[in-house]
């Protein structure tokens, strides 16, 4: 009991991949100001925003809404993307190995934030979170499918296995999977995906500051703000994790191995910061369309070609 | 100084009010978020909904049609808010002073903490107000 409670709370998950999390979103926030020529945040400025919010800000509920969903929707996030970073980082870190089935489990639970997000905006009251809350949901359901491929196209590729432990074994004993071209293509895929779930650039509408002021986070403040901007973050850090898993052979961690598995991490967060910054927003018609039509295309290819082995 | 202010001071979100202006603060303001200027160095970023200000940027003469809107948006803030008038509009009414429609300069309608004069001020004096007013906070 203790030990799952450590590794629940402390090592590798809560604690752990809200501070990766957080120091990840720094490096976004850093490579942006890069690529626009500024100078950027100082280092810890994650932390001083989330303990800004979560000490020094009031929180005010909205007088038309349900306040008691309001304020738990942050907290399913939270525990969402902090069990799923349990049940990927476990394998990935090598703690333990496991258990049969893992990676549909872990394909639900990546989806609480967004869902709990959902019902958040919707259980405020605004109008503006309500827009925001609808394309937040077709989001989810245009690039859910595409994402359930890439594992369909993963688990064709490590011969049946929905073990992630035992995916990313078949990957150390031979190559990683992203070394053959349907495992290019997944990747590809993959990084959409991802965009979309984090919610960056391309597919930032549910935010849309400039358009619907913030969208589905619009009536957040202080604490409840704190936690989504938490789930956030440990998004921004479980995600990528998740990719480097059941695409580029996981982690080894000892000696200089340690180096390489920072570096693998901080190329897919640096591939999602550049497309961020290189792409205007999408409609989220032409967001449905990308999904449906050209990545379920793109995964389906990689799948045949995963079959025949190539 | 106190973890709490010390964050605070650190990460301060703006939340930008355009009055009835000339339109040119506006423009300065949005000049401070430009490379050659950049407020994020300081943590200061623009956010969309008023609930996740720190500073109101209050520039331009309010008119009676901006009042309601004012005073609506400076109590849909999340306390503490700093709020900032800009230009000589937004301190003392300008050039709109005298008009038919003006309905006081901002520190009449909500409480203002810092006052940066200029018509329009450069972006180097809305920093070095900026700057001042973490010395102040
Ligand atoms: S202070 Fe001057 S520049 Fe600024 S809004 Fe007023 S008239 Fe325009």
Redesign the pocket.
């Known amino acids: 009991m203790g030990t799952y409670l450590f590794y629940f709370l402390i090592y590798p998950g809560f604690l752990f991949a809200a501070v990766i999390g957080a120091f990840l979103s720094w490096f976004d926030r850093k490579i942006t100001a890069g690529v626009q020529f500024r100078k950027g945040p100082p280092l810890l400025q994650p932390f001083y925003d989330f303990f800004k919010l979560l000490l020094v800000k009031e929180t005010i509920l909205p007088a038309r809404g349900a306040k008691g969903l309001f304020l738990a929707a942050p907290i399913f996030a939270v525990f969402g993307a902090t069990m799923a970073g349990v049940f990927i980082l476990l394998p990935l870190m090598n703690i333990t190995t496991g258990f049969q089935g893992d990676l549909i489990v872990i394909f639900y639970l990546l989806t609480i934030p967004s869902l709990s997000y959902v019902m958040g905006a919707l259980a405020s009251g605004n109008p503006l979170a309500a827009v925001g809350g609808s394309r937040e949901m077709k989001l989810i359901m245009s690039y859910e499918l595409t994402f359930l491929l890439v594992m369909a196209g993963v688990i064709i590729k490590s011969g049946q296995s929905i073990n992630l432990y035992q995916i990313i074994q078949v990957q150390q004993a031979g190559t990683p999977f992203i070394g053959s071209l349907s495992g290019v293509l997944l990747f590809i895929v993959a990084i959409f995906c991802l965009q979309a779930k984090l919610a960056m650039v391309p597919f930032d509408m549910p935010e849309a500051e400039t358009e619907i002021c913030g969208g589905i986070f619009i009536e957040y403040s202080g604490t409840p703000y704190a936690m989504i901007k938490l789930s956030k973050y440990m998004s921004l850090f479980i995600l990528p994790a998740f990719i480097v898993a059941i695409l580029m052979k996981g982690f080894t961690l000892e000696g200089i191995n340690i180096l390489w598995a920072v570096l693998k991490l901080v190329a897919v967060v640096l591939l999602l910061t550049l497309i961020r910054n290189t792409n205007p927003r999408v409609k989220i018609k032409q967001a449905i369309r990308f999904f449906f039509i050209w990545m379920n295309l793109l995964a389906v290819i990689a799948i045949v070609l995963a079959i025949f082995g190539l | 100084m106190s973890f709490k202010s010390y964050c605070f001071k650190k990460s301060l979100w703006l939340f930008h009010f355009g009055?009835a202006?000339?339109?040119?603060?506006?423009i300065?303001i949005l000049d401070c978020l430009t490379p050659k200027y950049d407020v994020e160095r300081f943590g200061m970023v623009l956010v969309g909904s008023v609930r996740h200000a720190d500073v109101l940027l209050v520039?331009?003469?309010i008119n009676k049609k901006d009042k309601p809107r004012l005073l609506e948006i400076y109590e849909q803030a999340s306390k503490p808010v700093v709020v900032v008038a800009?230009?000589?509009?937004?301190?003392t009414g300008?050039?709109?002073a005298e008009g038919n429609t003006f309905a006081g300069p901002v520190d009449k309608i909500i409480p203002v903490d810092a006052y940066i004069p200029?018509?329009?001020?450069k972006p180097e004096a809305i920093l070095a107000g900026i700057v001042k007013l973490l010395g102040k906070i």
């Open positions: 009055g202006s000339c339109n040119n603060c506006d300065e520039n331009g003469s800009i230009g000589a509009c937004g301190c300008g050039i709109f200029g018509c329009p001020p």
